[in-house]
């Protein structure tokens, strides 16, 4: 399955509200989490099932969609936020990766 | 708190073979409550699942890797390994080691860089 994100890049504020998309190639039901991953860290679980928030996830992040349309949204972007942004998907072997939002500080 | 940390060479020359183990604290790969995977980071392909191992020591590869690929598990030492064999330079690349496959990877090694070069 494969998982295309846009955009690829994005230039916001701090403040702003932003929102990425990833698609998959087929329908995928929920099986869909997010990842932020800052320079030299491994990546970070954020959402899991589409909209569910991991634990300790501030809340400002949130995540929707269902089939093969899925968005991220992040309502008031805070300093740490600008980050490299991953969906990825739980339906099927092998598992996949979108190739990333770079979020860049405007 | 379960943590994760891949360690072996940084440097392997082509054709021979990349190994690398991930040794978990803080929690028991003999469980059962998850699988085991590997996956990696390059610059060319983004992020790629290696494939995982669980506990019993059933796996499954990724078909992109699957004929290089082997997975081991050793409960005594709480620890998994990678072995891919006959590595050229598309296979440099970041490995981590994390917690998941059925379930979202909601732990992750710090990664290894590992370069194949003569």
């Known amino acids: 399955i494969q998982l295309t994100q846009s955009p690829s890049f994005l230039s916001a504020s701090v403040g702003d509200r932003v929102t990425i998309t990833c698609r998959a190639s087929q329908a995928i039901s929920t099986y869909l989490a997010w990842y932020q991953q800052k320079p030299g860290k491994a990546p970070n679980l954020l959402i899991y099932?589409?909209?569910t928030l991991e634990s300790g996830v501030p809340s400002r992040f949130s995540g929707s969609g269902f089939g093969t349309e899925f968005t991220l949204t992040i309502s008031s972007l805070q300093p740490e936020d600008f980050a490299t942004y991953y969906c990825?998907?739980?339906?099927?072997?092998?598992?996949?990766f979108g190739q990333g939002t770079k979020l860049e500080i405007k | 708190q379960v943590q994760l940390q891949e360690s072996g060479p940084g440097l392997v020359k082509p054709s021979q073979t990349l190994s690398l183990t991930c040794t978990v604290s803080g929690g028991s790969i003999s469980s059962g409550d998850y699988y085991w995977s590997w996956i990696r980071q390059s610059p060319e392909k983004g992020l790629e699942w290696i494939g995982y191992?669980?506990?019993?020591?059933?796996?499954y590869y990724n078909p992109s890797l699957k004929t290089r690929l082997s997975l081991s598990v050793d409960t005594s030492k709480n620890q998994y390994s990678l072995k891919l064999n006959s590595v050229t330079a598309a296979d440099t690349a970041v490995y981590y080691c994390?917690?998941?496959?059925?379930?979202?990877?909601?732990?992750w090694g710090q990664g290894t860089l590992v370069t194949v070069s003569s």
């Open positions: 191992i669980y506990y019993s020591g059933a796996t």
């Open positions: 994390a917690r998941g496959a059925d379930q979202p990877f909601d732990r």
């Open positions: 099932a589409a909209s």
């Open positions: 990825q998907q739980l339906n099927s072997f092998p598992r996949t």
